[in-house]
């Protein structure tokens, strides 16, 4: 099946494609024989199979990363740094074929895809420079006889549990601030996006990072029980997962049994607010680049979008004409602006908001159905009139749907901003230096976007606030894998 596999995707370097899980260094398949068929959402067809693997390789696998873990935790951060970078540049080295990868099983563009790459391919050379200043401090005493030392440690090993929406940088995210720590790794993908992890597992062991310092399972319908382990088990000291806020719960849960550290991004409801005084043009461009990335599939992406009333025509009616030109097909196609949804779940959902919507009072400016075809195609849509009470703007839509809402004052379009349980990301359009500071302050999210859609940056602390998480990634997120150690040093 791994040449069939590899076959399907076209790559230059087709041993990249790998259908078999990683523990301890050596490439395996599920115990009781299971797989899973990972089908390209474009056109419905099967890519490949990965293992239906279960509790005991989950097992294996945290056994062989704490294993792992006494030998890779007395590296320096030099030698962690070189090994980091060595991995970067494979990733480099392989960039058209893993954007490949990511299209051909999340369905995104190429353009997209190579984006993704590169922005993933970042967090390893990022990673790779605060290896090495990983700083403890000297406290001083007020005991003359006392010298208080401050060292950081790596916490042990680490579950790392990641969404489909960006099977590379959600991988490189996590894992590279772990390994730059000194930490091991077991990692979970996405049952929809695996081939992603696995290649970059395979560059890692390129890369010369030893074995069981990386491990992955793969599985689906044991994925709860899976979950569970990873959570619980009393050998790993740090959980971090990406993805809905109720699955966030739960695994939060579960890892309180043994006080383990946690990092949560969890899902967003993103307000996207432009005011009378911002450039229309420039507000429009960012709602584009914000929406509709990814076909509205990332946690970040405008939700809510809210134009006060002077502008609000003007504005509908440039975004409406904008995504009126999408193209929307096959991501390998070099035409597509705009590719499928992940399964038919998430056209579902889209098409519910939708009808939620007209049926309060939206009208449909653009788009609004799904696209006929064997792919799960939906329409760029845009919705104007929609009313506060909307389905839409209670819960994420994760799909390509900008619902616009009209809005009279600062004071009410806080209001309506704030008014959720999560607090991701938030963004809004003004040219008034003293309203800027004023809304930045007062929106209850992680991340605020001024005058701009894209916020995602590897040097940055990514991460939100109320029910989107916990902890911070990027920028100096390796401290979230790093134990903080008193030494005081007596009898001086």
Not at 19 to 47: H, S, Y
Not at 280 to 294: N, S
Request: hydrophobic share 40%; proline share 4%.
């Amino acid at each position: 099946m791994a040449s069939t596999a590899a076959s399907n995707f076209g790559l230059k370097d087709a041993s990249l494609i790998r259908t078999q899980g990683f523990i301890n260094g050596k490439w395996v398949d599920a115990q009781e024989g299971g797989t899973i068929n990972v089908t390209n959402p474009a056109t419905g067809e099967v890519l490949g199979t990965v293992p239906e693997m279960a509790v005991t390789e989950t097992k294996q696998a945290i056994e062989a990363a704490a294993e792992a873990f006494k030998t890779w935790s007395k590296t320096t951060g030099k030698q962690r740094h070189n090994m980091l970078k060595k991995f970067y540049d494979l990733m480099q080295e392989h960039q058209d074929d893993l954007a490949r990868i990511i299209t051909l099983e999340n369905g995104k563009p190429l353009a997209e895809a190579k984006g993704e790459n590169a922005y993933s391919a970042s967090f390893l050379e990022w990673f790779a420079e605060e290896a090495v200043r990983t700083y403890g401090e000297v406290v001083p005493s007020a005991f003359p006889q006392i010298r208080n030392v401050v060292i950081k440690q790596p916490v042990g090993v680490v579950s790392i549990l990641t969404p489909w929406n960006f099977p590379s940088a959600m991988i490189t995210r996590k894992l590279a601030a772990a390994l730059a720590a000194g930490c091991t790794a077991v990692i979970k993908p996405p049952p929809e996006t695996p081939f992603s992890c696995l290649a970059l597992t395979e560059l890692a062991t390129r890369a010369g990072i030893p074995a069981g310092v990386i491990n992955v399972i793969t599985t689906q319908a044991n994925v709860q029980e899976v979950g569970r382990e990873m959570c619980t088990n009393s050998t790993v000291r740090k959980v971090s997962f990406t993805g809905s806020t109720p699955v966030a719960k739960t695994l939060y849960g579960l890892a309180a049994g043994t006080l383990k550290k946690v990092s949560i991004e969890a899902g967003g409801n993103a307000p996207f607010v432009v005011f009378n005084d911002a450039d229309i043009d420039e507000a429009v461009a960012g709602a584009i680049a914000c929406k509709f990335r990814g076909s509205g599939q990332t946690c970040v992406c405008a939700n809510r979008i809210y134009v006060q009333s002077s502008v609000y025509a003007d504005f509908a009616s440039r975004l409406a004409e904008k995504v009126s030109a999408f193209k929307v097909g096959n991501g390998l196609d070099s035409e597509t602006t705009h590719g499928p949804l992940i399964h038919e779940r998430a056209v579902e959902k889209v098409q519910r908001h939708v009808e939620d919507a007209v049926s309060k009072g939206a009208q449909i400016l653009v788009g609004g159905q799904r696209l006929q075809g064997s792919g799960t195609f939906f329409a760029p849509t845009v919705l104007s009139d929609v009313p506060a009470a909307a389905l839409v703007n209670q819960e994420e839509t994760f799909g390509p749907l900008a619902a616009i809402t009209r809005f009279e004052t600062e004071e009410e379009v806080i209001r309506l901003a704030n008014d959720t349980t999560v607090g991701l990301a938030g963004y809004f359009y003004s040219r008034d230096v003293g309203r800027v500071w004023r809304v930045a302050e007062a929106l209850e999210v992680g991340m605020v976007g001024v005058n701009t859609g894209l916020i995602s940056q590897n040097v940055i602390p990514f991460g939100g606030i109320k029910e989107s998480g916990l902890g911070r990634e990027g920028g100096h997120g390796i401290d979230e894998y790093m134990n903080t150690k008193l030494v005081a040093f007596g009898s001086l």
